[in-house]
T-cell receptor, first 112, second 112 residues
């Protein structure tokens, strides 16, 4: 069984560009979570989605960040007009419920 | 609050020793706790979880202990191996019950 798939593995963007991070959950999982991790720090919750619905976006910055989990296709985390402070590892996780999460390998975003 | 944290940022042990990693939580209403292991460059990997109606749960070479009186959680690793070297995170559900909130992590270093 394939695990949580994230792509790209590494993403380089210049300031002002857009970043799109993709996440395909494990088969049978309908819950998707996005977390951000800065170097030497823990994971910070960003958003929790189910198919076509945002359940909890309390960790998302108010501007420039958005997430979706369409009926068909992967979940997308979109960052518009990236700034250097957006550089981080972004992890997606999926689950059948709200507890045991299975994480992907992450996307390392570097903003030049 | 709903934060979790770890007592020590680093722990160094000899191969074959038992390791104990501690975590304190502040939300007395927390009813679910989980431990993850994260190796360098990888996503967090599930180790073991426990519900608040239990004091102890055992897995393969790992044991989680929960002391609700002092709001303390610990992960015990028996016969620690070099492959156990990683950052260990504890997490619990936020007050809304919608997302896992992670502590900052303890880096376990195992020397041969």
């Amino acid at each position: 069984n394939a695990g949580v798939m994230q792509n790209p593995r590494h993403l380089v963007r210049r300031r002002g560009q857009e970043a799109r991070l993709r996440c395909s959950p494990m088969k049978g999982h309908s819950h998707v979570y996005w977390y951000r991790q800065l170097p030497e720090e823990g994971l910070k919750f960003m958003v929790y989605l189910q198919k076509e619905n945002i359940i909890d976006e309390s960790g998302m910055p108010k501007e420039r960040f958005s997430a979706e989990f369409p009926k068909e296709g992967p979940s997308i985390l979109r960052i518009q007009q990236v700034v250097r402070g957006d550089s981080a590892a972004y992890f997606c996780a999926s689950s059948r419920g709200r507890e045991k999460l299975f994480f992907g390998s992450g996307t390392q975003l570097s903003v030049l | 609050g709903e934060s979790v944290g770890l007592h020590l940022p680093t722990l160094s042990v000899q191969e074959g020793d038992n390791s104990i990693i501690n975590c304190a939580y502040s939300n007395s209403a927390s009813d679910y706790f989980i431990w993850y292991k994260q190796e360098s460059g990888k996503g967090p990997q599930f180790i073991i979880d426990i519900r608040s109606n239990m004091d102890k749960r055992q897995g393969q070479r790992v044991t989680v202990l929960l002391n609700k009186t002092v709001k303390h959680l610990s992960l015990q690793i028996a016969a620690t191996q070099p492959g156990d070297s990683a950052v260990y995170f504890c997490a619990d559900l936020n007050q809304a019950g919608t997302a896992l909130i992670f502590g900052k992590g303890t880096t376990l270093s195992v020397s041969s």
